[in-house]
């Protein structure tokens, strides 16, 4: 079982920059990436951001984020953040931290929820203008 934590969400205003922070804990050892998901009210759950530990951790975004976004391993640790410049208010949303507890193959999709066994509770990121 891997427990999952996220940290930093806030109030922005457009423009401005926030930083989020995913820690895992327990089994750890099944773990094999983690991404970034967020969810809007009366939207879909959206792939934010997503890196695997393999292939000297490979990144992949959301078009939606795509330039502003980026995500980070911290070392070769269980922590991961997600650094979001340049907020505008179509990013208020709940943003999830993610766990995928086996490989990855050309069949599961990073980009897709159900490839993810782990989640956190969500933090709030709310942009105003």
């Known amino acids: 079982q891997v427990q999952l934590e996220e940290s930093g969400g806030g109030l922005v205003q457009a423009g401005g920059s926030l930083r989020l922070s995913c820690t895992a804990s327990g089994r750890t050892f099944n773990t094999y990436g983690m991404g970034w998901f967020r969810q809007a009210p009366g939207k879909e759950r959206e792939f934010v951001a997503a890196?695997?530990?393999?292939?000297?951790?490979?990144?992949y975004y959301g078009d939606s984020v795509k330039g502003r976004f980026t995500i980070s391993r911290d070392g070769a640790g269980n922590t991961v953040s997600l650094q979001m410049n340049s907020l505008k208010p179509e990013d208020t949303a709940i943003y999830y931290c993610?766990?995928?507890?086996?490989?990855?193959?050309?069949?599961?999709?990073?980009?897709?929820?159900?490839?993810?066994?782990?989640w956190g509770r969500g933090t709030q990121v709310t942009v105003s203008s």
């Open positions: 993610a766990a995928r507890n086996a490989q990855w193959t050309a069949y599961s999709n990073y980009y897709s929820p159900i490839n993810y066994a782990y």
């Open positions: 890196i695997r530990w393999s292939d000297s951790n490979t990144y």
